[in-house]
């Protein structure tokens, strides 16, 4: 089973990644572009066979290591 852990900064943190990303792109000509907020997406492989545990395991792993939860917030979901 795969989980998908969605990271990304909390409302209010400073992301100068997404700030730099938002500069260049309008540099490019994409005038259209506002804020830009930088995240990342990991995928577990989990040997987990039931949805609800898979889900329950990788919330814990992203409170535990994966996700800074003082700045961070996360979402997971599950793909069959």
Do not use: W, Y
Request: without cysteine.
């Amino acid at each position: 089973m795969k989980a998908i852990v969605t990271i990304m900064l909390k409302n209010g943190v400073l992301d100068p990644q997404g700030k730099a990303i938002g500069h260049a792109l309008n540099n490019l000509g994409f005038d259209q572009v506002g804020e830009v907020r930088m995240g990342k997406i990991i995928e577990l492989e989990l040997t987990e066979t039931d949805a609800t545990k898979a889900k329950t395991q990788a919330e814990d792993m992203a409170r535990k290591l994966l996700a800074n939860t003082v700045i961070e917030s996360f979402k997971v979901e599950i793909a069959a």
